[in-house]
């Protein structure tokens, strides 16, 4: 339940950055994506590189 939890969390707040459609993504490719965004990346160019 924890797991469902942060990753719900993990969503939320990469929702809140801007990056859309996150809900396929995995928990590392949301991280990267929002490390990415938080370093000035738009944030279709981060979820797009964060997923490969």
């Not at 950055?17 to 990415?36: D, F, H, V, Y």
């Not at 370093?39 to 797009?48: E, M, T, V």
């Amino acid at each position: 339940m924890a797991d469902r939890t942060r990753l719900h969390d993990l969503r939320q707040q990469a929702h809140d950055k801007g990056i859309p459609g996150n809900s396929k993504m995995t928990e590392s490719q949301l991280r990267q994506a929002m490390k990415k965004v938080d370093k000035g990346a738009s944030p279709q160019a981060a979820k797009r590189e964060a997923r490969g």
